[in-house]
């Protein structure tokens, strides 16, 4: 990575500095926060809600079925319309902008959200709902892929570089917060259906005329999230790409500038600082072509990019796997440590969501599971998605997330222990408070660093698509555990009979993948952040444009102990050692040299890694 100096300054390069002055200068953006939030908070919710509703599906329409085939195609269903649109929409929030595929995201979202809570049977009969929710549910998926990857982006390339990382923690968390909000609305809509029929204290037993009133639930509890959906769309009404995007990609740089000054409500600012020496500007380079052969061998392949996709797609697959094994169909989890040691076969199913035939059974089993699901993994994952908000920035990302995913692996091990030991015991609470910590930590590391960093350290040209196949890597994951869970069995017995210890052994399956995502995390994922020696126990990131070899690397607008005076109306605390103005002029003297020396060394530490993966157990 080499250092530019001022007389081989461009055009493109001064609308740049202009462009990240602006935003640095203005700290956390509420509006794009927002956008970015409540559009993922929708993809959540439409993802996790069928964690609360299935029990009523069942006892609707598969009442005579003992058997996971229905549920497991539901929720493979959704994961991959996730995989197809996490990968269209990342190319296409590449090629075509990122503001617009974003609403397009959303409105696919909501039209199949609708779609989906009115499936039905027809007139006697003469429709298959499994045919009908199984296809809007994977157009749904489409809709919930596609704003993962768009809501990352737009979130990380309209931040300022001292608010990126809590901006970016403020979205991932509102996956958890999906969860949570979608076992109240389901507990609420139950409470409500309960005090409109009664049908908690009903002694009717017929299944017949039991199932319109259940069928209420599921509908409206899928139904809810569409609402939620419009939100975004009305955020980002009047709002343009990112200039970074169009500058660095479109190459239309006037645009660029007057699009970020209109955001942020600037009129009349010129690129020129006062106090700016005259540079030679010279010509703009041609732009490489986008998603040219040429021009992505020349990215991830010479430049090692690909490293970084296989490490955070590898990362957020090991991911995504553990927490499909134990997040979704996470009330058969449960019912097995919360059953008592003498519980039936038919009590068992009862308290893993099965079916029941009447009302009160089918109330108390939805209730039971919502209360188990509420306290042991929606409200710890969420206290872990604000711990990290508050911490993000005093932690290096990267490190932080090998640890993380180290650590989660110890964690689910120990829990798998410790439920062969504890299940049929007395002592089984335990089993349950492992388990509820190994949600705290999926939140507060894993889960939310697998979304964070790919928004930050892939060029702006492929950024979005990077982390579209990060994403579907991880609903890949997902998928996969969704499809191997029902057919496992361990001692000859299937893992959901209330008699297996197999949830023990699925634990250490987990624990083991999570060690494979923590190897690749050390070896393929770069540092995102600058490296302090003053003891500050604050972590910098470094600007996206000094991520990416080709894109400005110099351009930083950090400093440390001192301001950044971006001249556009305020100045900026750091935590690097120098004195980065607002034309991206380093006035750091000696350590100008060393900033370089250690960013080649950064860049040749992780190339090591590649082969020699066994340090990482010598640190």
Known sequence: MSLISDAEETSRDRK???????IDSKGFNYKICAA???????ASY?????????????????DKDTTLLHETNINVATLAGSITGATFFGYLGDKYGRTKPYKVGLIILIVTTIQAALSSTGVGGSLSIDATLLTWRFFMGIGIGAIFPLSAIIASEWASVQSRARMLATVTVMQPVAQLCAYLVCFFVLLGLDRWFGFQHS????????????????????????????????????????????????????????DTNKHFGLRNISIEQPGERENVVLVDQTLPRQFSWKDMRQCFLVQGKWRYLAGTSLCWAAVDFSFCCLGMNNERILAHMFAAKSSTLAEARNQDSDHAQNYPIIFETIRRNLVRSILTISITSVIGGLVLIK????????KAFAWSLFFSACALATSGVVFFLTIRTVFRPIAIGFYAFCELLFGIGPNALAFIIPAEIFPTRYRCFCFGISAASGKLGALTAQAILPSLYFGGVHVYEPNSNGFGWV???????MVFGSLFAWAW??????????????????PLEGLSDKERPTETNIHVNGN???????????NVHGNVNGNGDIQAGGQRRALGENVVGMRRKIKDKLWGVTRWFRK
């Not at 740049?16 to 602006?22: A, D, E």
């Not at 970015?36 to 929708?42: D, N, P, R, Y």
């Not at 911490?391 to 990267?398: G, L």
Request: hydrophobic share 45%; glycine share 10%.
């Open 16 to 22: 740049r500095n202009h462009i990240t002055r602006v």
């Open 36 to 42: 970015s939030s409540i559009g993922l908070f929708a």
């Open 46 to 62: 439409g993802l996790l809600a069928t964690n609360g509703i299935l029990p009523a599906l069942a006892f609707v329409y598969w």
């Open 203 to 258: 002694s009717s037993q017929g299944q017949a005329s039991d199932a319109p009133v259940v069928d209420r639930l599921w509908r409206w509890v899928i139904g809810a999230g569409a609402f939620v959906a419009v939100v975004p769309i009305f955020c980002l009404f009047d709002s343009p790409d990112p200039g970074r995007y169009t500058l660095d990609v479109r190459d239309k740089g006037d645009q660029a500038v007057e």
């Open 391 to 398: 911490i993000i920035n005093n932690i290096p990302r990267r």
């Open 507 to 513: 634990f250490i399956m987990c624990s083991i993948v």
């Open 525 to 542: 994922i770069p540092d995102v952040q600058y490296c302090t020696t003053d003891h500050s126990w604050r972590f910098p990131s470094i």
């Open 564 to 574: 950044v005076n971006g001249g556009v109306g305020g100045s900026v605390n750091g």
